[in-house]
């Protein structure tokens, strides 16, 4: 306290207070800057880490995978089978690969009669937990995912023999990778009568070609909601993938680049790994998406290229990772769910990333202190109509821009959204030659003040949730605080600078191109639409936006 | 003048009860860790308790303490066995085996009573360690530590400082003769560093700072299922009989750092005896079945209960010629010193007495061996 | 006409405020009573729910005899008088809006520059649109009747009623236990030591008449003592909650919780005599009203089970402090503190008990976080008295002084 004491004497003998204030805006930039370089230094050695599997019981690799030669012809005949079911309707699909699981031994059951699945119960575990292998009928590009169907069945098949299991397996086929494998595991833990206790891990298969080689095998973590599966798993796959035989792709990666170990890869992957998890929900679902808020930890492994890898090998990594994960006393324990990859075996844990969004954070608060005591605003009391003004249209835009997000979910009008939101940011280009009251500067600045400080907790909020959103959003909305309100009649050109800025932060405009500039699977308009199933992500931000629209409108 | 005299006297019935010739064996095994991935721990003790069993000590004698049931455990490729090599060649856990403490009963207090047997009174004897001042104990101890700890099932730690503190109490109630203390965990050496009771000796598998590392894994059970410590241990007591004249300081020397990978520690200094003239089976065999092949070999290898002990003195004296062998020499000298000591209470009459007694007792176990042979 | 313009106008936002959200969203009760922020096991709709139920089934003799009703025997009748419990909950809010505007006509005459800073409207306002009591309201938590019966209390004993106040204390005592406490604070109102004894003895009786009652409609059974009273001071309900408490017993060896949980009492209680002592010996009569709202402050602080609902009552009695807002040091941090911890708290307890990707220590720093936050507001409040004290009334805001 005595030091807290002295430093305010400090600070009042030298008067920098006043100076402080004045260079709030400034902090505001210079902060937003600091938080930015923390992230961009992070690829550089020494700032991350390599990883490492902290759960000692999950020994990957250490049992010998038997998933090999014995199985090929087994393997063989029921691809041969799941090749001629690709024009059959899903029901017919899905009885005859609930005569075969029958067969091996499962109790089946379906789900709304799209998703069949089977339970391998434990024969001496005590079946309180499950394992799910999860092998959509078609995956996230809509290939008919013959080699994963096959290897689904064959492993059921393979798994049955082997008495070791201390945790029941469940084997799903569902018909693609979004919702309704979704619907399947939310009826697993609420209206489901055949079930297998609680589901710990999540694997999906996505072999979509007909042929018995492939080349690399990508693997997807990101969850809905910037949720991320326990690093120990992503590790275990990592490793035993390697293991095999096989290059891990993460993010999508290219072929060619696999190989690369710089300091520029790193980067790119970082840059890849916030801008996945960000638009997570918002992109086409590869699977594991589907087990998100269940505390189920899931990832996706889909065979990729044409290469001189059997499909055996692939299937031998959700063998050896059934049997790691099967070693698991209850649930993953240890380990990291904060963490961004840099490269298969090089990660960042929280502590490391947290503080470029808790910057973020700042700089907007900072902003909006700024607002509050510049331009000579300090001089009017808080209490006072003003705020009260402010206040209420802060409250009117949210409320506002809530109704405006049900609406949006019942029809959807992208094209007219996005006229809409051109045109809300060039009111202050319109409306320049209008007069502007003195009284209305003063709510101008509370309104601004309202709408960062608003912001600011907003991401503040964010940031233990969903760390590459609020970071995302954090930047994109930052040109937002540049946003200057003159005193006297706006010029043009500031007029025009306004309008840009406003432009260039408009969540939907700037959303949209930011996929569209770092996504070459989200082209046009396609994020808008796709925003409607994510939309909870994403109305904070509209909130906002209609806010600060709202407080142009004010003008 | 008269107390001290008493005092002195006391002091030298002391010593002499400690530099006493052990007359029983006890082992106590302990397993210390939790959950199917430490395998290794649970097949390490079984390994051992299979050694000292083989060599004769009965399961009366072992405690043996196994943290967890890896052996019906549902991971378990081979349900209800435990192999210590990749082999399969041996079931450490067949038939017969014997455990008094398992599962969440190993824990810190419950050893620490055993050592030191303060019990509650409906505590049954099979799982006490009823030892007097005449029991060589060997007592093993595996699982995960650190510096001056071992982790007890997840949840609590042993200090080295807590052993040596229940040592010291088992000394105080004359509850040992002599101690060997092996220990196979990381940072193993530490654990008996605080130790400072007499007659203990103590091997550990490592330095401060150094891991024992497991020796191999078993591809089908998934899991490293011997350390690399006691697979050299065991190595070394496949060649053990209980007829070895094989000593402590051989078993000290076959371990090297390139079979362990860690540096293996003995400690001697607060052993009255040098290990070269401990044998192996003093400690791993049970010396009331070994049995004389011939009269050579009585003088050799004998211990028994007192009785035995105090009538064999009478033949010793005739006998030490045809003994070989330093250990052996020094080992009647301090039997005799014992058995003068109670002699002195003993009239010089009952010599006669205790001659023909021998000499039955010697005609005896002669017939005893024949029967036994016949089976 | 204001007055009556001022009233209904304020009773009209505080109905609409509170059942526009409960129409949008019928589902909104259930959702906050059970987050731990809002809803404790002795202040919860839906214990109350199950008392009601079991009060009104033939087969169950006693509410209490479960383990689950840890609400008063009065509170339950009187809630199973009305059809729907919603009305009844709507009049005690509104009583507390009124209330609160009543309180602010008083004490705009007795606290000095009170009436240029604060429009006799603005406290009830603030305590209507306040999202905290909207959703303490929302979700039926039983700790507006304590708030409620407290508010009179204060009011009453502004006007000097003894036999008012004393039953409305009994009554808040009587439904939370720890109000009793502020017997202390309250005797400072009534200046003759013949009102002093009077007003102890009425409270005593009051208190001793509930009881009785209490006892006669529990069936002639003394357990709901147990049932409402002990649980509290004994912490047996150990959950999650925004308090100091749960943390430190469930890390604690047993054989020390009950000593420390008289220790936590005897920490709740020791405050509460020194607060009353220093600030009603002085020549300010206002103080003797701060001092009870520093009391109850310090009763948020470090009670068993704290919900949201007294925070918000609380930051409203607080803007009676506004005189002394300049003397405060940390004022803007602390209110943003508590803004961050209202706000992260929820989300840090669903990292940890819906996603399993946080644990128990995150929700635990957040609580720690609000619980500084409060902790500062009454040190700053505090602080700020002993100046004005040594202003001698006359704010002085040049001099800079420190506390040793």
Redesign the interface.
């Known amino acids: 306290m005595g030091l807290v004491e002295r430093v305010k004497r400090q600070v009042a003998v030298m008067g920098l207070v006043p100076k402080l204030k004045k260079y709030l805006p400034l902090f505001s930039k210079i902060i937003a800057l600091i938080s930015l370089i923390s992230i961009a230094i992070l690829p550089i050695d020494g700032q991350y880490r390599n990883t490492y599997i902290s759960e ?2 999950l ?1 990957p690799s ?3 995978s038997y998933f090999r030669e014995t199985e090929w012809n087994i393997l063989r005949g029921y691809r041969t089978q799941v090749e001629n079911m690709v024009d059959l309707p899903l029901t017919e699909r899905n009885d005859i690969m609930e005569t075969w699981l029958n067969d091996i031994g499962a109790k089946t059951d379906t789900h709304n009669n799209s998703t069949i699945y089977g339970i391998f119960h ?5 079946g309180t937990e499950a394992i799910v292998l999860a092998i959509p009928w078609h995956n996230s590009e809509g290939q008919f995912n013959t080699g994963g169907a096959a290897l689904g069945v064959s492993l059921a098949r393979f798994f049955w023999r ?5 945790k029941n397996i469940i084997v799903v086929f569902s018909e693609d990778t979004g919702a309704s494998l979704r619907s399947w595991v939310e009826a697993y833990h609420t209206s489901l009568d055949l079930t297998g206790g609680s589901i710990e891990a999540a694997v999906i298969l996505d072999y979509a070609s007909e042929s018995d080689f492939f080349d690399y095998v990508e693997i997807h973590y990101d969850g809905l909601n910037g949720e991320l599966p326990n690093l120990d798993l992503v590790n275990i796959a990592v490793s035993i993938t390697e293991h095999e035989g096989m290059k891990v792709s993460l993010h999508g990666l290219p072929r060619e680049e696999l190989e690369e170990r710089s300091l520029w890869s790193r980067f790119k992957m970082l840059l890849r790994s916030i801008k996945d998890s960000s638009l997570a929900g918002i992109k086409k679902p590869h699977g594991n998406e589907a087990f998100s808020g269940w505390r189920i930890q899931a990832l996706t492994l889909k065979a990729c290229g044409e290469g001189g890898i059997d499909i055996t090998t692939f299937g031998r990594i959700p063998e050896a990772m059934f ?1 790691s994960i ?2 698991l ?1 209850e649930k993953f324990h240890q380990s990291f769910f904060y963490y961004l990859l840099l490269a298969p075996r090089n990660f960042v844990s929280i502590s490391s990333y947290l503080p470029a969004a808790v910057g973020l954070s700042l700089a907007f608060a900072c902003s909006s202190l700024g607002e509050f005591v510049n331009d000579n605003q300090d001089s009017i009391p808080f209490i006072s109509s003003y705020t009260l003004e402010a206040i209420i249209v802060w409250f009117l835009s949210i409320t506002f821009s809530f109704c405006f997000a049900i609406t949006y979910l019942k029809y959807t009008f992208p094209v007219m959204l996005m006229f809409i939101c051109i045109l809300f940011s060039f009111i202050p280009l319109i409306s320049r030659g209008l007069p502007l009251a003195e009284t209305k500067i003063t709510v101008a600045h509370r309104m601004k003040a309202f709408a960062f400080g608003y912001f600011s907790l907003v991401l503040t909020s964010l940031l233990m949730i969903n760390f590459p959103l609020a970071l995302t959003i954090g930047v994109l909305a930052f040109p937002m605080t540049l946003v200057k309100i003159s005193n006297t009649l706006p010029t043009s050109s500031q007029a025009l600078k306004n309008s840009m800025l406003l432009l260039v932060s408009n969540p939907y405009i700037s959303i949209c191109a930011f996929s569209n500039i770092f996504d070459s699977e989200l082209t046009g308009l396609a994020t808008l639409d796709r925003l409607i199933p994510a939309w909870n992500d994403m109305n904070c931000w509209t909130w906002f936006f209609s806010h600060l629209a709202g407080y142009h409108a004010g003008l | 003048m008269r107390i001290w005299s008493v005092v002195f006297l006391f002091v030298l019935q002391m010593l002499a009860t400690v530099s006493a010739e052990h007359t029983n064996n006890w082992a106590v095994l302990v397993s210390t860790s939790r ?3 430490n395998y290794r721990h649970m097949a390490n003790v079984l390994s051992m308790y299979r050694t000292v069993k083989r060599l004769g000590i009965p399961d009366s004698q072992i405690i043996l303490m196994l943290s967890d049931d890896v052996a019906c ?5 081979f ?1 209800g066995s435990v192999f210590n090599n990749k082999d399969h060649a041996i079931d450490l856990y067949g038939e017969s085996v014997e455990v008094d403490y398992r599962g969440y009963e190993v824990t810190v207090e419950n050893f620490i009573r055993l050592l030191t047997d303060r019990w509650s009174e409906d505590q049954p004897k099979s799982k006490r360690l009823l030892t007097d001042e005449n029991s060589n104990i060997f007592i093993y101890m595996t699982g995960h530590g650190g510096d001056d700890f071992l982790k007890f099932q997840d949840a609590e730690e042993i200090a080295s400082e807590d052993i040596a503190d229940a040592f010291a109490q088992m000394h105080e109630k004359k509850r040992y003769n002599e101690i060997f203390f092996m220990i196979d965990t990381c940072q193993a050496n530490t654990m008996y560093s605080k130790f400072y009771s007499p007659n203990i000796l103590a091997v550990g598998s490592s330095e401060l700072d150094e891991s024992s590392y497991s020796h191999h ?1 078993d ?6 299922v011997i350390d690399r410590f006691t697979y050299y241990t065991l190595e070394f007591m496949e060649q053990i009989e209980k007829s070895s004249n094989l000593t402590l300081q051989d078993l000290v020397d076959s371990y090297t750092f390139e079979k362990v990978h860690s540096h293996v520690g003995v400690r001697t200094d607060l052993m009255e005896r040098d290990p070269k003239d401990i044998l192996i089976t003093d400690f791993f065999a049970s010396v009331q079945n070994i049995l004389p092949d011939s009269t050579e070999d009585l003088g050799k290898k004998v211990a028994t209960n007192k009785i035995l002990t105090s009538l064999l003195e009478q033949n010793s004296k005739t006998d030490t010629a045809a003994m070989d062998g330093t250990t052996d020499v020094k080992y009647f000298k301090k039997v005799g010193s014992l058995n003068q000591h109670l002699d002195e209470e003993n009239d010089s009459s009952n010599s006669m007495y205790d001659l023909s007694l021998t000499a039955g007792s010697i005609l005896f176990s002669i017939v005893a061996l024949f029967v036994l042979h016949k089976y | 006409m204001s007055l009556i313009l001022h009233l209904t106008s304020l009773i009209a936002l505080t109905v609409v405020s509170r059942l526009l959200p409960m129409y949008w969203f019928p589902s909104l009760t259930t959702a906050i009573d059970h987050s731990v922020e809002f809803s404790t096991p002795i202040t919860s709709y839906r214990s109350l729910k199950e008392g009601l139920f079991l009060l009104n089934s033939l087969q169950w003799k006693n509410v209490y005899n479960g383990g689950v009703v840890h609400h008063p025997i009065l509170l339950l009748k009187l809630v199973n008088l009305f059809q729907c419990d919603t009305t009844l909950y709507f009049i005690v809010e509104c009583l507390i809006t009124i209330q609160f505007y009543f309180l602010t006509r008083i004490l705009l005459e007795k606290v000095p520059k009170l009436k240029e800073q604060l429009p006799v409207w603005v406290p009830s306002l603030m305590y209507c649109i306040n999202p905290i009591s909207i959703l303490s309201f929302i979700s039926k938590s039983t700790i507006i009747f304590s708030n409620a019966t407290l508010l009179s209390t204060l009011l009453l004993a502004l006007h000097h009623n003894i036999i008012g106040c004393s039953i409305m204390l009994s009554l808040a005592s009587y439904l939370s236990l720890y109000p009793t406490l502020l017997i202390i604070p309250i005797l400072t109102f009534f200046k003759a030591s013949k009102n002093k004894v009077k007003f102890v003895l009425i409270t005593l009786i009051n208190l001793q008449v509930l009881m009785i009652i209490s006892f006669k409609l529990n069936g002639n059974n003394w357990n709901f003592i147990n049932g409402t009273y002990t649980i509290n001071l004994n912490f047996e309900k150990n959950y999650p909650n925004l308090g100091l408490w749960w943390y430190f017993f469930i890390e604690m060896f047993m054989e020390f919780v009950p000593f420390y949980k008289s220790v936590f009492n005897l920490f709740l209680a020791s405050f509460i005599v020194p607060i009353t002592l220093r600030f009603t010996s002085t020549s300010f009569d206002h103080f003797k009203t701060y001092a009870f709202i520093l009391c109850l402050g310090w009763m948020n602080l470090t009670k068993p089970y704290p919900v949201m609902g007294d925070t918000g009552f609380w930051i409203t009695c607080v803007l009676y402090f506004l005189p002394l807002s300049n003397y405060g040091n940390y004022f803007i941090i602390s209110i943003l503190l508590l803004i961050h911890s209202i706000i992260l708290s929820p989300i840090f307890y669903y990292l940890w008990i819906e996603l399993g990707s946080g644990n128990s220590n995150f929700f635990y720093a957040i609580s720690l976080v609000y619980n500084l936050a409060l902790g500062s507001i009454i040190t700053d409040l505090v602080w700020g008295m002993l100046r004005f004290e040594y202003d001698d009334g006359v704010p002085n805001y040049d001099l800079k002084l420190t506390q040793i």
């Open positions: 000692n019981a020994m250490q049992a010998y434990s024969p001496r575990g005590d082997w008495p070791i299991w201390s049997r099967n070693n006393l | 959950f199917w991935f455990n549902s991971r378990n490729l349900p894994s591809v089908e059970i998934g899991v490293a």
